[in-house]
């Protein structure tokens, strides 16, 4: 079970930029700070505009802005706007869904209230809540890449 | 966020077994049943026995019966065991991350909790829970494929 990189890829883009306040920020600066392609958050920061989740501005000392208030976005709103498919199964869908037993199936209940327990842990947490302190992101952005960890190291 | 057609399988199984208490099951029933790869479902039901989920017994008159006792199977535990990663996003795991703030990231934290969520709330049924009324569950196995949903008929 994951999130796609495109949900992936918006939080920490909705991140760095409630992490930066006081201005716009730049497509190419966000891809250096976390060493993902340019070309992917493009599309990303794209679909973000659409939603109105942020706003772009074109020219010189354009970018890019959070469009709502950081401490009304919730972690789960973004989620579901962002991933293609929250259909965690096959009969989550009429449009796929063969099952014959899906009419009286209690997994599916099962999977449905899984899957809004996980939704409604995220819409506790806001932008601004996961942002914390933005200094101390700002430090680690700025910090080069990430030390390798311990599980790489092994020989 | 999807789970993978092998967990899918893997707990369509489980329910069949369940809702058929006093005999052995076979991967070909399984399979037409649902009207799912018997090939597919053969690996699903390999990596149950493996789990001692199941237990299978070869030869003439052989098949496959739970292994456990179904009201004392919890939901999560299938999905853990089958899902073959449940990092959501690329940090949850050392092996691949290469987020720098991953360190001081709350958003990691948020999203550790909402999966924590999902499977507590899997956890919260057992197999036999799910299965309720067996002999509702078997009479639509038997009744031939699914009617095609409303949205398929759509001109």
Redesign the interface.
Known sequence: ???T?FT?YG??LL?FAAAHPDRRVTVAEVAS????SRDHLMKVSQRLTQLEMIHATRGRGGGLQLAQDPASLR?GAV?RAL?P??????CFS??T???????????K???L??????????D??SLA????DPE??RA??A????PP????QRP
């Open positions: 079970m994951q999130l990189w992936d939080l920490r991140l700070a976390y060493q993902i972690l989620v991933e498919d929250m259909n965690l199964v096959e009429p449009l869904n063969t099952c014959r037993i899906s009419a009286a199936c209690r997994l209940g099962a999977l209230r899984a899957r809004r327990a996980f939704l409604d842990s995220l506790e947490h809540d996961v942002v914390g101390a992101l680690l952005w910090s080069g890449p990430a960890d311990e599980a790489s």
